[in-house]
């Protein structure tokens, strides 16, 4: 139980810790009665924590029920991912040129996420998921189709709970960041062609690696 009225982040880290260890397993409706019990909370905090967590995909709902916590399906995971290795790099080469002032956040990013991978448990696993969503948004800024870079978060969204799963399995970051920090260099040189390139491999790599952490991952992966 906890000890004092968290605020949003902390629910929002003890409701991923819930899914994570399967406290709150997949395909399970949440008891929102019980669960805000059980943290020593109100149903107000708790509800827009768990609205939150919806629109990041890590939460359903549906009309009457409350909310749940969506079965895992790895091959969605993996059809998401055979997606984005397309329309990814295709976003990126209409983003060209970035702008200096949008070079300077990826490297800030890149650096905090490296400061959140070096924290224990959970960090590590969110320090993944922040390179993912808000780097590829970042990346993506100035795509001058709005509907490929609307799809595009769209998927990543969906995306957000099977990484996060992954993460909690094992995935290991390391050459993930490796990984982008190259990718960063092709981005801040304005080598075209070679980041188009390069990213369209490291979406290929590290999906294709982080299904294998995912529960009965397929055998072609």
């Known amino acids: ?69 969506p079965p895992l399906d790895v091959q969605e995971f993996v059809d998401i991912q055979f997606m984005l290795t397309d329309l990814k790099p295709l976003a990126l080469s209409l983003s060209f040129p970035l702008p200096p002032g949008r070079i300077m956040e990826l490297h800030n990013h890149l650096g905090r996420a490296r400061l959140r991978a070096k924290e224990p448990g959970l960090g590590r696993v969110d320090a993944v998921i922040d390179m993912i969503h808000p780097y590829s948004r970042l990346m993506l800024g100035t795509c001058s189709n709005s509907l490929l870079a609307a799809d595009i978060n769209r998927l990543d969204v969906l995306a957000r709970r099977y990484w996060h799963e992954a993460g909690v399995m094992g995935f290991d970051p390391v050459d993930y960041f490796k990984s982008h920090d190259e990718l960063y260099e092709l981005l801040r040189t304005d080598k075209r062609e070679e980041a188009v390139h390069f990213w369209q491999g490291h979406i290929d790599r590290f999906s294709a690696e982080a299904a294998r952490h995912l529960p009965n991952p397929p055998l072609d992966v």
């Open 1 to 69: 139980m906890l000890q004092r009225k968290p605020l949003r982040n902390e629910l929002h880290k003890e409701i991923l810790a819930r899914i994570g260890d399967r406290r709150l397993p997949p395909g399970q409706r949440i008891n929102e009665s019980r669960l805000s019990s059980s943290m020593g909370i109100s149903r107000t905090p708790l509800r827009e924590a768990m609205l939150g967590l919806e629109a990041q995909g890590f939460l359903g709902s549906h009309m009457g029920r409350g909310f749940l916590v």
